[in-house]
Structure formats: C-alpha cells, structure tokens
C-alpha cells in the first residue's frame, strides 16, 4: 500500500509526539526560528516546532496528510505555519531563507539523483549557520537487502520501488562525507525498531542514518543564489 494512500485511510499513522530527531534539533533552535519541514507527514514535528514559536513552512505532497494538518491546527491561530501541498522535488527553494531544513524519514521518497540535486537546494535555502536535521534510511536497511537483486523492485542505483512508492538508500559514511565542511553537531548510523503502524503492523527495524549538520560551508561573500 503506497503512503499516500496510508495518509487517506489513516489520521494518525505516525502518532502525535514530536520525533526524537525534532526533539534533538530544537535544543539548537533560535528564538522564533523559520523552519522547512521537509515531507511533513500528518504534522507531528510541524506542529511541535510550530508550539516553540518557530514559523514552520510544512511541505508534503499528500493532499490527504495535509488536510489532516489543517484539521489539528484548526482553532489555534497561535501556530504560525505554512501548508504546502507539493512535491519538494519540483519546488523553487528560496535562497537564504531558513535557520533550519527538516527531513525525518523523507528523502527517502525519491531517486538518489533527485536526493542529491534537491541536497543541493536544500544547503541554498538555509542561512549561514542555519541547520540541517536528516533522518534515512541506508543500505544497512532490510527492504533494501532483501530486494536489492530484484529486477522487477530495483529502479536504480540504491532506490527501488516499493508498495508504490520510490524508495532510495543511502550508502554507510555518505552523509559524513556530504556534510564535511558542516560543522556537525550530531551523526549516527545504526538501527531503531519500529512496533509497527498502519501498512506494516509487525515489529520491525529499521537501519538509518541521523545527521545534525550547522551549515558554515556557505561562503558569505558569494552567497547562494536562488534556485
């Protein structure tokens, strides 16, 4: 079953806590903060930054996620957020605009090639000494593993398709090595393990890679142009 149709059967798929990966970054967070939640979900992490009294600008590209978004947010004009119905993969990200971008288990969601390229975008978009937060899955990953031989599943270096959705992996140290003129303040590769949730109900693991990156590699006297 392909997530964006999870997101239209379900209200609740991911829970209502904020991730740790959103705990974690928060902690590094500015006072009143702009942030660029990056596959959003139903919100968790859009709304608990959004309670921080960060402006959030919250980009999915399942209409059902983001209606359900609308619906929990109803009523609280304090939050200051920004529904994108959208594919990030085909948006113009403007330069210079973010103290953070945020991707928990979202890059996933595509080729490696429009990964790579939208990491590009994505380092434009943040402020000198902005933030990056990533959680994905690697190869360590099972579905991975298991499907990586599979003519009629693999679509591409690292990526396959799955239940509908295109998944891509990243390779054990790339992100280490993407992030080398980062200042990083958080990096860490190994295993989680999930109890299951709509779609995939069975307690399972999952092998990911988390990075907390200050991006000081942006040149202040060239900035980066909008792209």
């Not at 990056?132 to 360590?140: L, R, W, Y």
């Amino acid at each position: 079953m392909s997530l964006n149709r999870l997101y239209s059967e379900f209200t609740d798929l991911w829970g209502y806590h904020p991730s740790a990966l959103a705990k974690r970054v928060a902690r590094e967070l500015p006072e009143g903060a702009t942030i660029l939640d990056i596959g959003a979900g139903e919100g968790r992490d859009t709304i608990f930054f959004a309670s921080l009294g960060h402006k959030v600008t919250a980009v999915e590209s399942s209409e059902a996620a983001v209606e359900t978004i609308r619906k929990k947010t109803e009523g609280r004009g304090n939050l200051k957020i920004e529904l994108i119905a959208d594919d990030v993969v085909y948006m113009r990200l403007k330069s210079d605009e973010y103290d953070l971008a945020f991707a928990n288990m979202s890059l996933q969601f595509m080729t490696r090639g429009q990964r790579l390229e939208l990491l590009d975008r994505i380092r434009s978009s943040v402020k000198r000494g902005g933030l990056i937060a990533i959680m994905q899955p690697t190869v360590e990953e099972p579905a991975w593993k298991k499907l990586q031989h599979n003519r009629d599943y693999v679509a591409g270096l690292c990526t396959i398709r799955f239940r509908g959705d295109v998944m891509n992996f990243v390779q054990v140290g790339e992100y280490r090595q993407e992030f080398a003129k980062d200042q990083v303040l958080d990096y860490w590769e190994g295993s989680i393990e999930d109890q299951g949730h709509p779609g995939f109900e069975k307690p399972h693991t999952h092998c990911v890679v988390r990075v907390v990156a200050r991006n000081t590699s942006k040149s202040e006297e060239n900035p980066a142009k909008t792209t």
